[in-house]
């Protein structure tokens, strides 16, 4: 295994250890900072966060993510857009950044093309029972069109199986086409449960952006 493959295993393991039963809650070991206020791949449709410094956001993959529970099964979607993750905690940012980077590569090897797919770190979880997934049902709609993920990376071994036992968490990097737009309402859909937290989401990272901003001009978040 070379070095980015490397790379991306040790971040799963990371993953999976810190994600495990958690799912609704926030993950253990969050970096969370001394948050005040109102609450690396390419990417597609997103705001131009360049200028924003690395490693000082204070939002944790919590906050950054949306939920959908299904009976039994739960599911966290997080996006892996830099223009999200540069505002979350350190330690949140060089797991999330390392599995986009990652697996944007390897994404655009698989399909064969130049794109910068928007990456989404998916996890399914079930508490008491074992319980069966499809992970082609994700879908995401922006902008009222609805997406279908172009392609499916396990970030788990035994994510192929589409059946997730009690008190197991499995995880997917998936890839979806770069007109999803992050910086408008998007739904994520899992068969017939729709989620629109997005848009609860979105100004709280926007608001994160100003503060980073702030802090790093030496000023102060209105």
Do not use: K
């Amino acid at each position: 295994m070379g070095r980015t493959g490397t790379r991306i295993a040790g971040c799963g393991l990371l993953l999976l250890i810190t994600g495990c039963g958690l799912l609704l809650q926030d993950p253990a070991g969050e970096d969370r900072g001394n948050r005040t206020g109102v609450g690396a791949g390419g990417d597609g449709m997103v705001a131009d966060t360049t200028d924003l410094p690395v490693r000082a956001g204070t939002l944790s993959q919590h906050e950054i993510s949306v939920y959908l529970r299904r009976g039994d099964l739960q599911m966290r979607i997080t996006p892996l857009a830099e223009s999200v993750t540069r505002v979350t905690a350190p330690d949140t940012y060089e797991r999330l950044s390392a599995l986009a980077s990652g697996h944007q590569q390897i994404f655009r090897e698989r399909t064969g093309t130049a794109v910068a797919f928007q990456l989404f770190l998916v996890a399914v979880h079930s508490e008491s029972v074992q319980s069966a997934f499809e992970p082609e049902d994700v879908n995401l709609v922006s902008r009222g069109l609805r997406y279908r993920p172009v392609d499916i990376r396990p970030v788990t071994p035994r994510w192929t199986r589409h059946r997730v036992g009690p008190q197991e968490t499995l995880m997917a990097v998936y890839a979806f086409p770069a007109e999803v737009d992050l910086e408008s309402s998007l739904e994520v859909e899992y068969q017939e449960i729709r989620d629109r937290s997005w848009e609860r989401i979105l100004p709280q990272v926007q608001a994160e952006r100003f503060r980073v901003r702030a802090r790093a001009g030496g000023g102060s978040f209105p």
